[in-house]
């Protein structure tokens, strides 16, 4: 390139502009998993796999404006390396924990959290330290780097309740006071006069999930 490139003193990349980039990369990888079979639909979003409606999906999707977050450690970049560090080369028990092993018996520290993180020594089977040991191993396609994403305290119960519907799980219901139950049950069908003619009735058509979800309406799971 024969011009250099000039960013600002505080960022690389403007976020807005990394969050179009983002977004752009996400919806491509998404069309191609879909046209190569590789994206899983649930039953319940069975309309998404006519190609139309796929795409009208993913043109839902880019209308709305994406989030990248980027900000800047405290540390630097060294210290945002030793953080990562800390999870993708660390491992659930160190050498220097382990203190004998013989007789198929293998003798170890450990911190005992009920008691305020005290260590304490501790013999256990070879079958039992194996068994333990497996507890920390993620299961396929985890990672273990940590990131709150849908799970953050601000929006997890929205989120969850997003995530519920698009994968067909049913939450319990809660208990419905007595008076809203007889108010419910005074009509048995809603119809609505239509605005134009005035003679006609309007009959409600159900959104698809991910539709009404998105646009903030309550969806029926009952079907």
């Known amino acids: 390139m024969d011009q250099a490139l000039h960013y600002h003193d505080k960022f690389a990349f403007p976020v807005y502009a990394l969050s179009e980039v983002v977004r752009a990369r996400f919806l491509k990888l998404l069309r191609q998993a879909y046209e190569r079979g ?3 639909i649930p039953s319940c979003e069975a309309e998404l796999h006519a ?5 009208y999906f993913l043109n839902d999707l880019a209308r709305d404006k994406w989030v990248t977050y980027a900000k800047r450690p405290f540390g630097g970049p060294e210290q945002v390396l030793k953080y990562l560090g ?35 020594i501790v013999t256990l089977s070879a079958e ?3 068994r333990r040991f497996l507890h ?3 299961p396929k396609r985890f990672r273990k780097i940590r990131y709150g994403g849908f799970m953050v305290c601000t929006v997890r119960q929205e989120k969850l309740a997003q995530a519920r519907r698009a994968l067909c799980v049913e939450e319990e219901p809660e208990p419905v006071p007595q008076e809203s139950l007889e ?3 005074e009509s048995d069908e809603v119809t609505h006069r239509c605005p134009k003619c005035l003679v006609g ?4 058509i159900p959104l698809p999930h991910w539709v009404a979800a998105r ?4 969806v029926n799971n009952s079907s």
């Open 183 to 185: 108010v419910c049950t």
């Open 128 to 130: 039992e330290f194996i």
């Open 215 to 218: 646009r903030g309406f309550a």
């Open 38 to 40: 590789k994206l899983a």
């Open 136 to 138: 920390h191993l993620l």
């Open 201 to 204: 009735t309007m009959r409600s």
């Open 51 to 55: 190609g139309q409606m796929f795409e």
């Open 86 to 120: 800390r999870y993708t080369h660390g491992v659930a028990l160190s050498n220097q924990r382990i203190l004998d092993v013989a007789g198929g018996g293998i003798q170890l520290v450990v911190k005992d959290y009920r008691r305020g993180g005290q260590r304490e």
